[in-house]
């Protein structure tokens, strides 16, 4: 049995800078014409012209003969000046802003502290059209881990939607039913991103005999019951949902450590991933639209024109890849069998 579905794009990647950059980019330029590159680099991503400098090194690091398109976007500061805004949008290759709250994730240190201090920033968006990407979780440690997303949408997010109506909003990586139920009931200017691992695992997966790091990612894995609610929306063909994969890599000291670092390494097999959530759903003829045509549409982007073949064929991941110069990186189902090929 095989597919063939339009070629297509991950609306949410790291891919990191130098040695790292390297080894992970062909991984996503074999399967996906475009990503939108996340900028919690070290320094962040900050201005129009740091942008547009990563984006000539990861096309530098791009190998010849493949195709790919970095959209490129701006890491949104207590300090970001609404000009800054106006530049991106006239760049061209600015696609949107993210807003990590100060603290929330991996190298969010200067994320926002109080996202009333962008007001006059996100007033700028709003006007211009460009994309607020969320990272939704507060970042109180009052409040229980596995609450975080629910309790940024109700304190942070509503309230946003409802001071930028126009506002054009992408809910990154959501985890849980409450988040998919929020964007489904929310204006068309408000959509979201699912991971691979978050349609195919619950949080047992971090725990299974023994805790397992290359399962630990934020937002963690929620219980089951929010998986099928996620599910439920990547399958339904609503075009608010769309393929981000959050593949997020992090050398295997970084994560086998006694404070690992969070993020899943899923870029060399993602489609492959999202067909066996789709296939288990008993929905791949819904594959394409999440994969290959919500997100263009609405990013307002052409979708790509050719296409990808994905073969039903068993295969073993391999215990590791290499990464940079002094270790390598784990991905995630290392060592276990995928059932789909990408040809
Ligand atoms: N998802 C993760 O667990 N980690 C991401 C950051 C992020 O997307 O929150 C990373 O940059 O490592
Ligand atoms: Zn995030
Ligand atoms: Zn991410």
Redesign the pocket.
């Given at each position: 049995m095989q597919i063939t579905i339009t070629r297509p794009d991950d609306w949410?990647l790291?891919l990191r800078d130098g040695e790292a950059l390297a080894a992970v980019l062909p991984h996503t330029a074999r399967q996906f014409g475009r990503a939108i590159v996340?900028p919690?680099l070290k320094p962040p991503v900050t201005t129009v012209e740091l942008a547009a400098a990563y984006r000539d090194r990861i096309l530098a690091a791009l190998p010849a003969g493949m195709a790919f398109e970095p959209l490129m976007t701006l890491y949104l500061t207590d300090n970001m000046q609404p000009a800054e805004i106006t530049r991106a949008a006239a760049s061209g290759f600015v696609k949107a802003v993210k807003l990590?709250p100060a603290g929330?994730?991996?190298?969010?240190d200067a994320g926002l502290t109080d996202i009333r201090k962008a007001d006059a920033t996100l007033a700028e968006m709003e006007r211009v059209g460009l994309p607020l990407l969320v990272?939704g979780e507060v970042t109180d440690p009052a409040v229980d881990l596995f609450d975080r997303e629910k309790v940024f949408i109700d304190t942070v997010l509503l309230p946003l939607t409802q001071r930028f109506p126009k506002l054009k909003v992408v809910m990154?990586?959501i985890t849980t039913k409450d988040a998919a139920e929020f964007v489904a009931s929310s204006a068309a200017n408000v959509a979201a991103t699912i991971t691979a691992h978050h349609l195919l695992y619950n949080r047992n997966a971090i725990f299974q005999g023994g805790v397992r790091p290359h399962w630990?990612?934020?937002?963690v894995l929620k219980r089951e019951t929010h998986r099928e609610a996620l599910v439920a929306a990547a399958i339904s063909g609503n075009p608010k949902f769309f393929l981000g994969t959050?593949s997020?890599?992090?050398a295997r000291g970084a994560k086998e450590a006694a404070c690992g670092?969070?993020?899943?390494y899923t870029a060399y097999a993602a489609i492959e991933l999202y067909a066996e959530a789709f296939e288990n759903a008993g929905a791949l003829d819904q594959l394409e639209a999440f994969a290959s045509f919500n997100g263009p549409d609405w990013y307002g982007l052409p979708r790509n024109a050719d296409t990808v073949t994905l073969v039903k064929e068993t295969w073993t991941v391999p215990a590791s890849y290499p990464y940079v110069s002094t270790d390598d990186i784990v991905p995630l189902r290392a060592g276990e069998s995928l059932s789909w090929k990408m040809r």
């Open positions: 949410h790291h996340m919690n990590y929330a994730t991996t190298n969010s990272h990154e990586h630990y990612c934020l937002p959050d997020a890599p992090h670092c969070a993020g899943c």
